[in-house]
């Protein structure tokens, strides 16, 4: 089966850091777009950041600069580092995978979007206290 599990989550202080792993199993993420996305209560899910299969990296206007993606494929895992939590980071934080496109052109605007991934991980919360 093809899975993602997002771990890593926790409940933090405003200022604290955070590293966020997803892991995937019955596939390899070497040739996919790997996204994270989060979702607070109430709201739409959000693309927060996304890596291209050559390591291109494209980041929500509200957490540039405070969070790193990055892909170990030797690993099959893609991680979220996450700097300078605000509270308004609470939520819960998914990772997605989208499967190699023949002639795919990574554009980070279009994969901060829900509509091109196909597999979901089932997500871990993030809480920032002030």
């Known amino acids: 089966d093809v899975q993602l599990q997002a771990s890593g989550g926790g409940l933090v202080q405003a200022g604290d850091s955070l590293r966020l792993s997803c892991a995937a199993s019955?596939?390899?993420?070497?040739?996919?777009?790997i996204g994270w996305f989060r979702q607070a209560p109430g709201k739409e899910r959000e693309g927060v950041s996304c890596?291209?299969?050559?390591?291109?990296?494209y980041y929500a206007e509200a957490v540039k600069g405070r969070f790193t993606i990055a892909r170990d494929n030797a690993r099959n895992v893609v991680y979220l580092e996450m700097t300078s939590l605000k509270p308004e980071d609470t939520a819960v934080y998914y990772c997605?995978?989208?499967?190699?496109?023949?002639?795919?052109?990574?554009?980070?605007?279009?994969?901060?979007?829900?509509?091109?991934?196909?597999?979901w991980g089932q997500g871990t919360l993030v809480t920032v206290s002030s």
């Open positions: 997605a995978a989208d499967p190699p496109t023949p002639g795919y052109e990574f554009s980070g605007t279009y994969y901060l979007t829900t509509g091109p991934y196909d597999y």
């Open positions: 019955g596939f390899t993420i070497d040739g996919y777009v």
């Open positions: 890596i291209s299969a050559k390591g291109a990296t």
